[in-house]
């Protein structure tokens, strides 16, 4: 798959992830921004192969707008490495001047959250020690350095901004003025729906499950037809079904929490180095 699309316009943005660590949150801010353009729907998933790569460049195109100084798109699948390989270097074969943004968040709390996640989809069913020993895929998604590495063999440093999650929703101002700098635009810009959060809800309740469901209605499903402010208003709509309702978090028993601490100590590490930033809210 090579060249350029004839119409439409391919991104210069790309939220790589990571899952529950609120790109979804983040999207919402940026296309707020008056010159930024977001996709609808979020996650475009592309440059997974097994996923809409097949789809092919004229597709992806279609969802972003040319006059747009920044274009963006919101994919976590993209750090789902090994289960999903190759998306750094196919990202690189069409954007490779694109800037990226990777959020994170307490390695062990984003755990907990994809563990609670799954079974509000009804994709897990096992208790929670068992799944997170069974599924290779929980730990290696926290292990943020071994996600990020493999985009350093394509892109440089520069192009790649690490949020912390804690930050965006703590420190929410001065996590997205950084945020605007990165991307070169306007830094001042606010809006009021900045004080909202999107799907905080997790867990096995009827409102997230609600929230899953309305994914596969026509209405939402194409929403990238609609003009800006409606698809503003069917977002805000769409997110106003999970309010409330949580569940509480089942916590981690002393042997487990040992035997994932350790590989996620040694990888949060390696990304404080890298960034520079401390994370000092983390458990690891």
Not at 42 to 61: M, S
Not at 101 to 125: K, N
Not at 152 to 168: F, Q
Request: net charge positive; with cysteine.
């Amino acid at each position: 798959m090579t060249g350029k699309p004839s119409s439409g316009a391919l991104p210069n943005l790309i939220v790589i992830g990571s899952m529950k660590c609120a790109t979804t949150s983040l999207h919402h801010y940026l296309d707020l921004h008056p010159e930024v353009q977001m996709s609808s729907p979020k996650e475009l998933k592309f440059f997974v192969e097994e996923l809409n790569w097949e789809r092919g460049v004229e597709w992806y195109a279609r969802h972003f707008d040319p006059a747009a100084p920044v274009r963006g798109e919101s994919s976590p699948q993209y750090t789902t490495y090994p289960r999903w390989q190759g998306v750094p270097a196919r990202m690189r074969s069409y954007v490779p001047d694109a800037k990226l943004i990777f959020t994170v968040r307490d390695p062990i709390e984003r755990m907990v959250s994809h563990y609670l996640h799954m079974c509000a989809s009804g994709d897990e069913r096992r208790e929670l020690p068992a799944a997170l020993r069974e599924n290779p895929s929980y730990l290696d998604r926290s292990r943020y350095w071994f996600q990020l590495e493999p985009f350093l063999e394509h892109y440089p440093r520069e192009s790649i901004l690490v949020v912390g999650a804690e930050d965006l929703i703590g420190r929410r101002r001065e996590t997205l003025q950084r945020v605007f700098g990165f991307l070169g635009v306007d830094r001042d810009f606010t809006s009021p729906e900045f004080e909202r959060l999107w799907e905080t809800t997790h867990g096995k309740n009827t409102k997230f499950r609600l929230l899953l469901r309305t994914r596969k209605w026509p209405l939402v499903r194409n929403s990238h037809r609609l003009p800006q402010n409606a698809r503003w208003l069917l977002e805000r709509v769409k997110y106003s079904t999970v309010g409330g309702g949580r569940v509480e978090r089942p916590g981690l028993d002393e042997g487990l929490r040992r035997e994932i601490e350790g590989p996620l100590r040694d990888d949060a590490a390696r990304l404080r180095e890298f960034t520079g930033q401390d994370f000092a809210s983390w458990s690891v």
